[in-house]
């Protein structure tokens, strides 16, 4: 994927294909010299060069948005949403995700549409 087509498509949300809107998003968190990027179609990115080129390392679905992603003690964690339910992950290295009962301390809520 090419790194023009990331970022274009990074705050984009097709809703029935027929509406598009944009929605803030901090899901970008930085940890042991990588770059991790969440976008809202559910996927997340890593990028080891500092942003030239990135690679999928999670992808929890289309209908699952990652709205924020930040660097914590135990490594990555992650705010992820599902219609109108919002849930939290954990990872130590991006690419094995579990659940946690933990909320950011910025936890963003959003109300979900289902289609």
Known sequence: MKRR???TGLATL???GLI???LPTKAQAQ???KIFKGTLEGKIFESLDNGQTWQQTAN???DCPVLELSEEE???FAHLGFQ???FW???PDGRIWRTTNRQASTALYLPFISA
Do not use: I
Request: charged share 10%.
């Open 31 to 33: 940890t042991n010299g």
């Open 20 to 22: 598009k809107m944009s």
């Open 5 to 7: 087509d990331f970022l």
């Open 14 to 16: 097709s809703l029935t």
């Open 89 to 91: 992950l954990t990872s």
């Open 84 to 86: 109108s339910y919002n």
């Open 60 to 62: 929890f679905g289309p």
């Open 74 to 76: 135990e490594g990555l």
